[in-house]
T-cell receptor
Framework: AQTVTQSQPEMSVQEAETVTLSCTYDTSENNYYLFWYKQPPSRQMILVIR??????QNATENRFSVNFQKAAKSFSLKISDSQLGDTAMYFC??????????????FGTGTRLTIIP | NAGVTQTPKFQVLKTGQSMTLQCAQDMNHNSMYWYRQDPGMGLRLIYY???????DKGEVPNGYNVSRLNKREFSLRLESAAPSQTSVYFC???????????FGPGTRLTVL
């Protein structure tokens, strides 16, 4: 079974600064996907970024980027030029791909990020 | 295109009462999932349905039943609610090989 660990329960950073959220995982699989989800106070789960394990290049989406270290089983999220709207709970998640529809997500416990004006 | 919808958004039950949480998706996805979110524990999978007519247990299935009514709808039933089932419940869906799940807005359930 896979496990996902987020060791930072809470973080805060000044607006416009850069912040990095940590995530480590444990798996014996070679092919998998990793995700960062954002959950603002509205409770909606929003996909921030996705990384395929077979790709060496780190994924980026505008101000969001990841540092994927497959050998170390580490998957951190960097938010650049942080904005007040980035205040949310952030979840790291693992998925083993399948063609049969049983692609279950395993989540970490989350990091509550607060952007300070 | 509403995506994934859930009803109700909030519910309060007394211990021993039953209820059904409804979920529907309009993205023609084959797979649907039910998760619960508890403080400090992230989201955990309750049940999933890989295709119409099939359902399987996830990590925390005890106390729940599910029905995949058709391709669009996947319901979660609590037959005899317990305070330990106080949680936020999320439904999600995905297409085969798409490797991304789309989430509904969640249902906050309180069992007194």
């Amino acid at each position: 079974a896979q496990t996902v660990t987020q060791s930072q329960p809470e973080m805060s950073v000044q607006e416009a600064e850069t912040v990095t959220l940590s995530c480590t995982y444990d798996t014996s699989e070679n092919n998998y996907y990793l995700f960062w989800y954002k959950q603002p106070p509205s409770r909606q789960m929003i996909l921030v970024i996705r990384q395929e394990a077979y790709k060496q290049q780190n994924a980026t989406e505008n101000r969001f980027s990841v540092n994927f270290q497959k050998a170390a089983k580490s998957f951190s999220l960097k938010i650049s030029d942080s904005q007040l709207g980035d205040t949310a709970m952030y979840f790291c998640a693992f998925m083993k791909p399948s063609n049969f529809g049983n692609e279950k997500l395993t989540f970490g416990t989350g990091t509550r990020l607060t952007i300070i004006p | 295109n509403a995506g994934v919808t859930q009803t109700p958004k909030f519910q309060v039950l007394k211990t021993g009462q039953s209820m059904t949480l409804q979920c529907a998706q309009d993205m023609n996805h084959n797979s649907m999932y039910w998760y619960r979110q508890d403080p400090g524990m992230g989201l955990r999978l309750i049940y999933y349905s890989a295709s119409e007519g099939t359902t399987d247990k996830g990590e925390v299935p005890n106390g729940y039943n599910v029905s995949r009514l058709n391709k669009r709808e996947f319901s979660l039933r609590l037959e005899s609610a317990a305070p330990s089932q106080t949680s936020v419940y999320f439904c999600a869906s995905s297409g085969y090989g798409y490797n991304e799940q789309f989430f509904g807005p969640g249902t906050r359930l309180t069992v007194l």
